[in-house]
Structure formats: structure tokens, C-alpha cells
């Protein structure tokens, strides 16, 4: 890592390439916590902030300013794309996503504290992106060398990500990651059993498919 920060902050709303960076971040060898909820659960004196280089996607975007104040001389990446392409594909996540990953009571939790909802709402997340846009801009006015604006969707290298962090790196493109996609009949189904209270039924529907996803991948 090279001198002269001391931490990553990928500040990016879901659904923006949090995924991909938090994966272009480990192509290039820095250690990443991608979805670092202990900020959340623990606060920002957390351990892991001190054993760790670089933490992406939520809760990053509700802590920043704490995390710039406890971090000094950190860099921060904040991922963006237009705002109607980004609310299909929160719909898409709070409807389809909610079929293919099982349901986490603490995301809920945060998407109700930052968001002020845990369900699709145009409104409110629009309303939600516009806000948080224009206070990222108010707050880093001036500290253009502090953060990077990064539209992943529309680059194909990550030749502006090497720049910023000053890697000593070639340019590699961007790793696709976490595109949205239609649940299969096992998500489905464990979804169905999880809506209607059966928790149990659900996850264990849940491991079964990940068995053999992994099986499938590994033969494949």
C-alpha cells in the first residue's frame, strides 16, 4: 500500500459497482471488507478498522464523516450512476433480491435507519439519492484530492482507480460482479416458506441450493 493514506472508504450507494470495487480493490492485493456491519453493530472504534485497509458498500455511506474524523488522511470512492437506472435496480434488489439472499434482520435495520425504509419506495429513495449526493458534495468541497467519483457502469478499466490510490499497477479491467439477475426455483420456494414466518423450512431449502450451486461450480 502506498504511503500517504491510511484507509479506503467506498461510499457508493448499493446497486452503484460496490461489488466490483470491493473486488478491484483485492485484485490489486488490499485487503477489503466488503459490507463492514461491525461499524454498524460496534461502532467506529470497531477492531476491525484497525486490521483492515479498505471497507466497501453498507454501512460505509451512513458513517463517512465519522470515518473521516477517526481516520485522518483516508481516501474516499464514492461510485455513482444515473438515478433512474439506479432505482430499477433497487427494485429489482428489494423484490428479486429478496428471493436470492436469505433474509438478514440487521440489513433491514439499516436500510430502515438510512433509508427510512426497508421496502421499494420511488419516493423516498429518490428523494434518499438526491440528498445524499449533494451532502457528499457539500462535504468533500474543496478535498478533490480526498475523493474519487467513479462510474464503474460506464469504464471498463479501473485505470482512474489506480491513478487515485497511486497503485504501481497496470490498469486491469473492471470484475463484473452482482448484476442483477432472476432467482431459481429454490430460492423461490425458501422465500415463499420465509414470507409466511417459516424461517426453518426456508434456510434449510436455502443451504441445499448453495450446496449445489458450489457443487456445480466446482464441476464446472
Known sequence: MPD????IFGIGLPRTGTTSLARALELYGIDTIHFPFDLYDEGLD?????????????????????LD???????FILTVRDKESWLESMEWLR?????????????????????????????????????YHEEVNRYFEGREADLLRLNIIDSSSTAALVDFLGLEENPKPWPRANASREANLMQELAYQFEKRGFRAPGAFIRRIDSGLRRRLHHDS
Not at 69 to 75: M, N, V
Request: charged share 35%.
Open 4 to 7: 500517504g493514506y491510511n484507509n
Open 69 to 75: 474524523q477517526r481516520c485522518p488522511g483516508s481516501k
Open 46 to 66: 470497531a477492531p476491525v478498522i484497525e486490521d483492515n485497509t479498505a471497507f466497501v458498500d453498507t454501512p460505509v455511506p451512513m458513517l463517512y464523516q465519522g
Open 95 to 131: 423484490t428479486e433480491g429478496r428471493k436470492i439472499w436469505p433474509p438478514d434482520p440487521k440489513r433491514e435495520r439499516y436500510k430502515r435507519d438510512f433509508y427510512g425504509t426497508d421496502d421499494f419506495d420511488r419516493e423516498m429513495l429518490s428523494e434518499k439519492f438526491d440528498v
